[in-house]
């Protein structure tokens, strides 16, 4: 069964870190490209950075610099770290292979509130 576990979220206050974890089940993990995603309230889902099978990396472009995407194929998990948190990153954060084969099984996703 495919199943994605997002973990890691929490309150934290602006300027500080975060790391976001995505435990994946059910596939070959290691043979598929990741991505991160958020969506904040009254947002749609946003894509927020992707790592391939070899280990390569990419980002939206507003992301760059703050955000590290990187990942454990020996574990299955994804990992994303988040520095110099800002208000406007508050949002679910969701794990998704970059194929639509899996698309129905989405996690229910990580929050991630940044708050003074």
């Known amino acids: 069964q495919v199943q994605f576990v997002e973990s890691g979220g929490g309150l934290v206050q602006p300027g500080g870190s975060l790391r976001l974890s995505c435990a994946a089940s059910?596939?070959?993990?290691?043979?598929?490209?990741m991505n991160w995603y958020r969506q904040a309230p009254g947002k749609q889902r946003e894509f927020v950075a992707t790592?391939?099978?070899?280990?390569?990396?990419n980002y939206a472009y507003s992301e760059q610099g703050r955000f590290i995407v990187s990942r454990d194929n020996a574990k299955n998990t994804v990992y994303l770290e988040i520095n110099n948190l800002k208000p406007e990153d508050t949002a679910v954060y969701y794990c998704?292979?970059?194929?639509?084969?899996?698309?129905?099984?989405w996690g229910q996703g990580t929050q991630v509130t940044v708050s003074s």
């Open positions: 998704m292979t970059n194929s639509a084969q899996f698309r129905a099984y």
């Open positions: 059910g596939f070959a993990f290691s043979e598929y490209s």
């Open positions: 790592i391939t099978a070899n280990g390569g990396s």
